[in-house]
């Protein structure tokens, strides 16, 4: 039986990895994810979670040490963020060439410079081509879910690869929603033992794995083996999310769409601030403006008929990225063109907003604004470029901020 | 000392491990101390390989190896190491494999990662106290990328990217003196040229639990720039001139294999083109002088200890 419970979004991914009888956790500590590493620690020492945790001393040793293990025949999970996830970059990329199936997960928070604490996808989009798998997570229930989800993809195998779990720093780790935790054993039902598939290292048992190769000739081989077994996982996705939803009685989509049907003009997202959109529909929806929300959860493999069929005879759409591709603009907004492009009843118009960076707030006036500009760029034919969202009054702020500092300095 | 299997030459195992035909420079010192290793080990061993010249060892789809074999990155092997080892454990304590089916993990790393890139995630595998071998192939250099300095390089040699009048204005680090900081459960040097003392030192390490550190000099024919054929004349060189110091660090003290009549550094330094430049066209004293010096202290503190 399922069971309510209030918990941070760091306690879900937490709750997903113990559902899951991951076996081994290999953790390095980093804000805002400190909270996962911290809660499995406890439950392992406590007895409550039968699992080995090491702490290591870096993130890309952590990484190394989740994939190593992965590859000799445990079930792994671990977790970073931000700063972290790009110091194990390297292992990233390596990982998903070793095909070793695990789950990451990753608590966004914006790159420095300059440092911060808070989320936006700059960290979790610069793994984008790393070859792991990417769900998106807007609520703490869906951080959960998604781990569980994780696991029977990655471990699948027509995929044998890793996948990562995102979730918004702040926004979600440290936010309580109500979880619905399932029990171990419907869960075991679900997510059967890690199976290695033969691939594992044991005594009269030689096998050699990450080996090099000469040429681009194997190079590319094992590359296009990679990306297939990526893009594989988009069927795979849909009949796990079949079994889950027989299960738990929960349904997800690769994208997830929201008022859609006779949308004229469509916002896309990701992860919680999504959420902000999704109340902004209603909002605009209630003053007249037919508009709705996409949101791929799975953002790779990337969903791309699943977006074509969604976009398909929209008047327009508006990609809100809380990334920045510094010298093009957003990063989601150049996925979804090359998506549509040429499409027959493509949108006319698909504009990009930069926002959220850092945990800056998207308010409900900024989405009025952009659905309308958006909209009229659509009836008058008008290319808009990439928008920085900033107020008037947040520059002020900060103008106010310098003249204070700089008179404190003249004064001292 | 315990007992031992290799009384003499001829208690050295007779059959050997490592395949022939691998991607390696002729006489190169790092592959014949890796199958001395190797022989001593057996072959339920998994190397877990940092990157380096030993990479080439397995390229697809080879691999010289009866066992087993896993290619890491450059920074991060003995973490590697650490997942395998861990993992068997967990497969072991939930019983999925049986305690038969447990392989020998090896980190095989060289001194570039060793001593710098991969430095930090060795400290945290003997912080962790990882039962493992680390096996460092020492050839003082960048050696796969073409002998650029590294922090292992010796005082005066000349490398890719140390082309001063005088070579290398530094000293070798000593890496043997970081491991035994932390208290590992064994480290030892060892060099190829000595394959009894080499093999000892392997079979002692293995009756340690936690981390066995191995640091065996690697004469390297392409990167000091000499004659293939004087890999193992070397190697007993560096151990006379007192250059490479054979020594075994167990519960907590430095033994040293000691020599008798220690012969002059440049009987093993005028050998290699990576020196030359100290012998011709004008013989440099001072730096020769500086080297020997080096020797010289090392070895005076080594009595006083013993005294």
């Known amino acids: 039986m399922s069971q309510q419970y209030l918990l941070t979004g760091n306690k879900a991914a937490a709750w997903g990895a113990r559902l899951a009888r991951a076996e081994y956790l290999p953790a390095f500590p980093i804000t805002p994810q400190t909270e996962i590493v911290e809660t499995l620690e406890k439950w392992v020492s406590q007895g409550e979670m039968k699992s080995k945790l090491v702490m290591l001393e870096s993130e890309h040793s952590m990484l190394t040490a989740a994939g190593a293990a992965a590859a000799t025949g445990v079930r792994v999970y671990t977790a970073t963020s931000s700063q972290g996830l790009l110091y194990g970059m390297e292992m990233l990329f390596t990982l998903s060439g070793w095909r070793v199936p695990f789950v990451l997960t990753n608590v966004s928070r914006g790159l420095s410079a300059p440092i911060t604490l808070e989320p936006d996808h700059n960290d979790v989009l610069a793994a984008r081509d790393s070859g792991f798998l990417q769900l998106h997570a807007a609520t703490c229930q869906e951080t959960l879910d998604a781990t569980l989800l994780a696991y029977r993809i990655a471990e699948d195998k027509r995929v044998r690869l890793p996948v990562l779990v995102n979730l918004d720093g702040f926004y979600l780790s440290f936010t309580r929603e109500p979880v619905s935790i399932p029990s171990m054993s419907e869960v075991a039902e679900f997510l059967p033992p890690f199976d290695d598939e033969g691939l594992s290292f044991r005594a009269g048992k030689p096998v050699s794995e990450a080996v090099a190769v000469l040429g681009g000739s194997p190079y590319s081989y094992f590359r296009y083996e990679a990306h297939l077994a990526n893009l594989a996982a988009l069927d795979v996705f849909d009949e796990v999310a079949a079994e889950f939803e027989a299960k738990f009685g929960r349904r997800y989509h690769a994208l997830d769409c929201y008022r859609t049907d006779d949308a004229e003009m469509v916002f896309i997202m990701i992860d919680s601030f999504a959420t902000k959109a999704r109340d902004a529909v209603d909002r605009l929806r209630e003053s007249g403006l037919k508009v709705g929300l996409i949101r791929p959860f799975m953002l790779r493999p990337f969903p791309g008929d699943a977006i074509r069929q969604a976009l398909k005879g929209k008047l327009c759409a508006a990609v809100v990225d809380q990334n920045l591709s510094m010298g093009k603009g957003g990063i989601l907004h150049t996925e979804i063109a090359s998506e549509i492009y040429g499409m027959d009843g493509a949108p006319a118009v698909l504009t990009n907003y930069i926002g959220g960076l850092g945990g800056r707030d998207i308010g409900p006036e900024e989405f009025y604004a952009i659905a309308t500009e958006t909209l009229d760029a659509a009836h008058t034919g008008k290319r808009l470029p990439t928008r920085l969202l900033y107020k008037t009054d947040e520059l002020r702020e900060i103008r106010k901020l310098q003249a204070i500092a700089a008179l404190e300095r003249q004064e001292a | ?307």
């Open chain 2, 1 to 307: 000392m315990s007992e031992t299997l290799f009384k003499r030459a001829k208690d050295l195992p007779s059959t050997h491990l490592l395949g022939a035909g691998t991607a390696m420079c002729a006489g190169c010192g790092g592959l014949a101390a890796i199958k001395e290793v190797y022989d001593v080990l057996g072959e339920n061993t998994v190397f877990v390989n940092a990157a380096g010249c030993m990479t080439l060892l397995s390229v697809y789809p080879f691999t010289p190896f009866r066992g087993s074999w896993l290619y890491t990155a450059m920074a991060s092997a003995p973490a590697g190491a650490q997942g395998v080892r861990d993992a068997l454990d967990i497969l072991k304590s939930t019983g999925k494999i049986a305690e038969q089916d447990d392989l020998n993990v090896v980190c095989l790393t060289g001194d570039g990662s060793a001593g710098g890139i991969g430095l930090s995630a060795t400290s945290g595998a003997l912080d962790r106290h990882l039962d493992f071998m680390y096996l460092c192939y020492d050839n003082e250099g960048y050696g796969n990328t073409g002998q650029q300095t590294s922090t292992a390089t010796p005082h005066g040699a000349r490398t890719a990217t140390e082309h001063h009048k005088t070579g290398n204005p530094d000293f070798k680090k000593d890496l043997f003196s970081v491991w035994t900081a932390h208290k590992p459960a064994y480290a030892a040097t060892v060099v190829a040229s000595e394959p009894l003392d080499l093999a000892r030192k392997v079979e002692r390490a293995m009756t340690y639990k936690g981390p066995k550190m191995i640091l065996a000099l690697s004469p390297c024919p392409t990167g000091w720039d000499y004659d293939p054929q004087l890999t193992m004349e070397l190697g007993r060189l560096a151990v006379k001139t007192g250059i490479w110091p054979l020594k075994e660090y167990i519960d907590g003290k430095v033994v040293h294999s000691r020599i008798k009549g220690r012969l002059p550094v440049e009987e093993y330094l005028s050998l290699q083109g990576r020196f030359a430049h100290l012998f011709n066209p004008v013989r440099n004293d001072k730096v020769i002088g500086e080297i020997q010096a080096h020797v010289d202290e090392y070895w005076a503190a080594v009595e006083n200890v013993a005294a």
